[in-house]
């Protein structure tokens, strides 16, 4: 079996044969920083953590890039509407994105590399366009990109039929860029301007246009031709259209051989933005007692390439579904069995899962029915508990079973979740309440218990406890 990868550009889902056998590149656009992101930017990121984490259960190497865009319109607005330095917009934001990154489980890239320290090669590439003949000065000191040089221009978009005059409709040409010598250019350098960040370059002073950096980037840390780009599919045009005429016109070879791209999670029906006014963020839902393995899964539930819708209903769900899980785990942790021997049909009933998830997943990361393998054995494994027809040893591969297939999800607890020394104490005290049969004490203990965020449930396996998911303690 192998994994089986879509591809923007192409259409196909075809094998991922990585350039360099077991070793896949990936690179991810990521946020700007110039406010914090709302969770339909965090389906991008949860799909790429997915991603990542799946080809890394498979047994490839796998080198994870991120790009933060720190220099930009935007960021240059919100710090001028604010009278301070980008610097200190971009580090703000980028802290609460690393947070937020971490509430949800997505493991940090390999390399998050900022624009701004990448400017020398975002410079060098557009020299090399220029002597290519794909790039043109206009007189503020801007560089041009001429869509003219590259007859491949458009593909990922599908762009071939288009007029040439309609290609950018809908995009605003900025006053600056009525200089250009075809209305399609885009910009790969922007000239300096009062009131904006500048750099003293080769080809003179000036900031870097949003495209050439991801390209820069991504070739810095991956070659000139790497395995997997994704991004929201809002990127496809222009943004990603730019960075292979861009790429491919510098370097002449192949620049990515998967494009994925998510679609949108919706919010009342239309894509989450910014400018819609219809978004929700990372830690308003957390504060509001949803926890955030639920927003994980809810933001992972649905195939990539479809729209998510995202409502309360949405994360009720999911927040349901983390609790079987985090209940299946308690049951499984506590199991003490005086069955004779092993149960015969477990290991079958654990193989069966593990050969579910991996054909749903090696399938384009076809997420409903690897979850749906992880459920339906969570039933089968509360069918067995209740039967007590497992051994003790059964219990604890089963666990651990499901904690494998957790590396792709990270969904389960944490398995280091060790207890404060005050509240093993009140556990304690109300175990050896119970076997004192001082009820009204042992009901005092668990109420102390349940503010402290402690579910205690009483089982033919003795006291059990388990973290109330709202509230971590
Ligand atoms: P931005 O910071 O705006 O460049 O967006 C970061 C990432 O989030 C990009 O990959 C976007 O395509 C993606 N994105 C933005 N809005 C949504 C949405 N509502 N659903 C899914 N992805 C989105
Ligand atoms: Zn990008």
Redesign the pocket.
Known sequence: MTVRLGDTLTGEVRPLEPLEPGHVRVY??????YGP?????????TFDDLLVRYLRFRGFRVTWVMNV?DVDDKIIKAAAAEGVGIEEISARYSKVFLDDLATLGIRQPDVLPRATENIPQMVALIQTLLEGGHAYRTDDGSVFFRIASWPDYGQLARLERVDANEMRVGERVEADEYGKDDVRDFALWKGPKPGEPSWDTAIGPGRPGWHIECSAMSMRYLGESFDIH??????IFP?HTDEIAQSEAATGQRFVRHWL???????GGQ????STGNIERVPEIVARGVPARALRLALISAHYRTA?SFSEESLDAATAAVERLDAIVAALAAYQSDAAGDDPTVGALLDGAREAFVAAMDDDLNISPALAAVFDLVRELNRRIAARSMSTADAGRALQALRDLDEVLGLLPPADDALTPELQALLDARAAARAAKQWAESDRLRDALAERGIAVEDTRDGQRWRRQVASRV
């Open positions: 991810s656009c990521g946020p700007t920083v992101a709302h969770v339909g930017n965090f389906r991008a990121f865009t994704t991004g929201g599919v809002d990127l943004h791209h998510n679609a949108f999670l919706q919010m894509k989450m933005a910014k998510l």
